[in-house]
Nanobody, 124 residues
């Protein structure tokens, strides 16, 4: 089970930090990710991280503004979002999987476990 937190309202140029915690002692993901979705659109990949190596992947629109990090001991992934823009407004979902390969790390079908979503609203 995944529990996401940290969404809310920010002004353009501001910052927010999202967190996602994995519960369950027997599940150890090899990758975790954040996707986002706005009404009427498909889920969009935002960022992903490999839990062992810490290698991070970002969609172009957030590079340099968002940072994904992980805490393996706590099985938690964080998304630090800076220089927020109104177009970042969306419901953000975290997800995890234990068998993600590089070629699919940015695709939602690679992830079996999803959190409940947290709303991020950026005002102009």
């Amino acid at each position: 089970q995944l529990q996401a937190s940290g969404g809310g309202l920010a002004q353009a140029g501001g910052s927010l930090r999202l967190s996602c915690a994995v519960s369950g002692r027997t599940f150890s993901p090899n990758a975790m990710t954040w996707f986002r979705q706005t009404p009427g659109k498909d889920r969009e990949f935002v960022a992903a991280i490999r839990m062992n190596s810490g290698n991070a992947y970002y969609t172009d629109s957030v590079k340099g503004r968002f940072t994904i990090s992980r805490d393996n001991a706590k099985k938690t992934v964080n998304l630090q979002m800076k220089s927020l823009k109104p177009e970042d407004t969306a419901v953000y979902y975290c997800a995890a999987a234990s068998g993600v390969i590089s070629s699919t790390i940015a695709t939602d079908r690679a992830y079996a476990y999803w959190g409940q979503g947290t709303l991020v609203t950026v005002s102009s």
